[in-house]
């Protein structure tokens, strides 16, 4: 037997992120409030973060010989911290 996977709207999902991230409530506690598994959240939270981190960095100027063009192509983004 297959489960059927749940759609949300964007706009759920966008205020479900913003009680997290601009009202500080605990994912668990907004998860249980919405009745939503709290992975789906959480992961909704890591995307919010991961798009507004990397519009932060394109919309600096560029320092190094790579273009932001060439930084933005292809699949997902990592970052190499020392």
Not at 2 to 11: D, G, I, L, V
Not at 41 to 68: A, D, H, M
Request: hydrophobic fraction near 30%; proline fraction near 5%.
């Amino acid at each position: 037997m297959q489960m059927e996977r749940s759609k949300y709207a964007p706009e759920f999902k966008s205020e479900a992120v913003k009680q997290v991230i601009d009202k500080g409530h605990a994912v668990v506690d907004v998860a249980k409030r919405l009745g939503i598994p709290e992975g789906v959240l959480y992961s909704w939270v890591y995307k919010f973060k991961s798009q507004t981190r990397r519009r932060q960095v394109t919309s600096r100027p560029c320092k190094s010989s790579w273009s932001n063009s060439s930084l933005n192509s292809g699949g997902p983004q990592r970052s190499v911290t020392s």
